[in-house]
């Protein structure tokens, strides 16, 4: 069974331009979920889908960050304009329950904001 | 207000050593669930295992063994006879039933296996 993938792996960027991250979660996963990894630390919850609708995004720097999962499979999570501080891993998981399933990450995206 | 807490920030070993990482949690809630991740020096997170808070029996898969203790409110880990591949950071994390499914991490033990 395929893993969590995203893409893309790396991306260096300079302040104030835009990024879009993408995800495709294991299949048949009906949760999505995006978190932030500040090096050093363990990751943070930026937003949860179940399917296409937003469960928890009480975290996410909506004036800079949106994230959309149009037909409930694949998700794109954007920065824009993007700060210093936005510099992290963003990690995708997915989960086949909601409460207490274990979630699956995938590999990351490493961004650089210079 | 849920926590999690890994007070050994980095611990070294020399490889066949037994090492045990803590993890002290704190929630309100009476269901929850705990994990543990590794995390490789290639970034991915990788699952280890998931406990909820009504089964306390510890677990042992191989190498790896878990204490969960909910009268002081600790999941620890054991690796039995370490090997240099065990080397990675390793997250323990907590989830809350109620609220939201979002998992609460720990900064993180980072493990280092000489040969």
């Known amino acids: 069974e395929a893993g969590v993938a995203q893409s893309p792996r790396y991306k260096i960027i300079e302040k104030r331009q835009s990024v879009a991250f993408w995800c495709n979660p294991i299949?048949?996963?009906?949760?999505l979920y995006w978190y932030q990894q500040i090096l050093g630390q363990g990751p943070k919850l930026l937003i949860q889908?179940?399917?296409?609708?937003?469960?928890?995004d009480s975290q996410l720097p909506k004036d800079r960050f949106s994230a959309e999962r149009l037909k409930g499979v694949d998700s794109t999570l954007k920065i824009q304009p993007a700060k210093l501080e936005d510099s992290a891993v963003y990690l995708c998981?997915?989960?086949?329950?909601?409460?207490?399933?274990?979630?699956?990450f995938g590999p990351g995206t490493r961004l650089l904001v210079l | 207000a849920q926590k999690v807490t890994q007070a050994q920030t980095e611990i070294s070993v020399v490889e066949k050593e037994d090492v045990t990482l803590d993890c002290v949690y704190e929630t309100r809630d009476t269901t929850y669930y705990l994990f543990w991740y590794k995390q490789p020096p290639s970034g991915e997170l990788v699952f280890l295992i998931r406990?909820?808070?009504?089964?306390?029996q510890n677990e042992i898969s191989g190498r790896y063994s878990w204490n969960f203790q909910k009268s002081t409110s600790s999941f620890n880990f054991t690796i039995t006879a370490s090997q240099v591949v065990d080397s990675a950071v390793y997250f323990c994390a907590l989830s809350a039933s109620y609220n939201t499914d979002k998992l609460i991490f720990g900064t993180g033990t980072r493990l280092q296996v000489f040969p």
């Open positions: 299949s048949g996963h009906a949760t």
């Open positions: 998981a997915s989960s086949l329950v909601r409460a207490g399933g274990t979630q699956y």
């Open positions: 889908f179940q399917n296409n609708g937003v469960v928890d």
């Open positions: 406990r909820n808070s009504f089964d306390e």
